[in-house]
């Protein structure tokens, strides 16, 4: 099985501007997760996506915003981008809610720099 | 709200020393408990599950509900055990609310020495 597919891998943008990233999850998964990795913050989850459906969402502004398709590929959006949004992006994917009979399965990130 | 603290941002111990991670949480009702673990030039992947009471790698952890403690332990650390470890925590974001988050530690870095 193919794992979970992150891109792009690198993204080098400037402050203001918008930035997409995307995930396709392992075969058969429905969930997507997204967290934020920072040296200072650690992972911090920003949400969740259930057949097309964000069920959870994390403490982050709306500038985070996300969807998942039919297909359950999910993609990231933030828009008006801070320095402080510089950050690794991790996209999970999960048959279910990531509990212990759906532990998650993580791709390699994208590595976002804001300039 | 669910916390989850790993005192240790590093661990240096010595090759066929013990080894242990200390991971504290704070949650109100009963929580699923992980560890991942991400090797170098790897992603971030699972370890074990409280639930399994399984043995992965030689590394084993015990809940602790008094000290809610899951602290990640093996008898003999390996260098190829070097790496970051990750406490986490599935848990109700919101009573009854069925909305679940899963909440990381912020990591501890084992680093073996040979």
């Known amino acids: 099985k193919a794992g979970v597919t992150q891109t792009p891998r690198y993204l080098i943008k400037t402050r203001g501007q918008q930035v997409t990233l995307s995930c396709s999850p392992i075969?058969?998964?429905?969930?997507v997760s997204w967290y934020q990795q920072t040296p200072g913050q650690g992972l911090q989850f920003l949400f969740e996506?259930?057949?097309?459906?964000?069920?959870n969402k994390g403490n982050f502004p709306g500038r985070f915003s996300g969807r998942q398709f039919s297909n359950s590929r999910s993609e990231m959006n933030v828009s008006t981008l801070e320095l402080g949004d510089s950050a690794l992006y991790l996209c999970?994917?999960?048959?279910?809610?990531?509990?212990?009979?759906?532990?998650?399965?993580f791709g390699n990130g994208t590595r976002l720099t804001v300039t | 709200a669910q916390r989850v603290t790993q005192p240790e941002k590093l661990l240096s111990v010595f090759k066929g020393a013990p080894v242990e991670l200390k991971c504290n949480y704070s949650?109100?009702?009963?929580?699923?408990l992980f560890w991942y673990v991400q090797y170098s030039r790897q992603r971030l992947q699972l370890l074990l599950r409280h639930i399994s009471r399984e043995s992965i790698k030689g590394f084993t952890a015990d809940l602790n509900k008094g000290e809610t403690s899951f602290h990640l332990k093996k008898p003999f650390a390996q260098e190829e055990d070097s790496a970051m470890y990750y406490c986490?925590?599935?848990?109700?974001?919101?009573?009854?609310?069925?909305?679940?988050?899963?909440?990381f530690g912020k990591g501890t870095k084992l680093s073996v020495i040979p």
């Open positions: 999970a994917s999960s048959s279910d809610r990531g509990g212990y009979n759906s532990p998650l399965h």
């Open positions: 949650y109100s009702g009963s929580p699923e």
């Open positions: 075969s058969g998964h429905r969930s």
């Open positions: 986490a925590l599935m848990g109700e974001r919101y009573s009854g609310a069925g909305s679940y988050q899963l909440t």
């Open positions: 996506y259930f057949s097309e459906t964000q069920r």
